[in-house]
């Protein structure tokens, strides 16, 4: 399958809302979660106003057809408004999903990698939070990603930019 890796536009923020409801893990079995939990604050902040100044990501679309198939971006919080991966304020939380048709390609290892590259010059390093029977787990430790803490069955993790990969 041929793809393009671009930098997010904010006029793709419709399609960062289904990319972050995709984000967003169903272990099998259970009932999808309603679209519209989106919209909630702890969730929505991840993609509202689209293109802060520290925002950095990548839309991943076919060649030629240009249909959108998966995302992966950072956005900065704050203490005062924490995200679920949150560390500190100057440690921006990465949000990655594919749809789930394009899943298993290769799609989201090649947005991962732009998007840790072009952080880089930005960060010293990146956070997530993820469950721990999700899938994506085995990508974020092949990226380096080390468990900063547990609560429970999800784990915040971190990859450290700085360190020159071995």
């Not at 923020?13 to 990319?19: D, Q, V």
């Not at 990501?57 to 030629?64: M, T």
């Not at 408004?81 to 789930?100: C, H, M, Q, R, W």
Request: aromatic share 10%; glycine share 6%.
């Amino acid at each position: 399958m041929l793809y393009i890796i671009r930098p997010i536009e904010e006029t793709d923020e419709p399609f960062l809302s289904e990319i972050l409801y995709q984000a967003l893990y169903i272990p099998p079995g259970a009932s999808p979660l309603p679209r519209d939990i989106i919209l909630r604050p702890e969730l929505a902040k991840y993609i509202q106003d689209w293109g802060r100044k520290d925002d950095i990501g990548f839309i991943a679309a076919l060649k030629p057809s240009q249909i959108l198939v998966g995302a992966a971006w950072l956005r900065l919080f704050t203490s005062n408004n924490p995200g679920y991966g949150y560390i500190d304020d100057n440690t921006p939380e990465l949000s990655i999903a594919v749809l789930p048709k394009y899943r298993a390609q290769g799609i989201g290892t090649k947005l991962l990698t732009e998007l840790l590259c072009q952080a880089r010059s930005s960060y010293s390093a990146v956070s997530l939070s993820v469950l721990l029977d999700n899938p994506a787990l085995r990508l974020y430790r092949r990226f380096g990603f080390e468990v900063f803490e547990q609560h429970d069955n999800s784990l915040t993790m971190i990859k450290d930019l700085e360190r020159v990969a071995s």
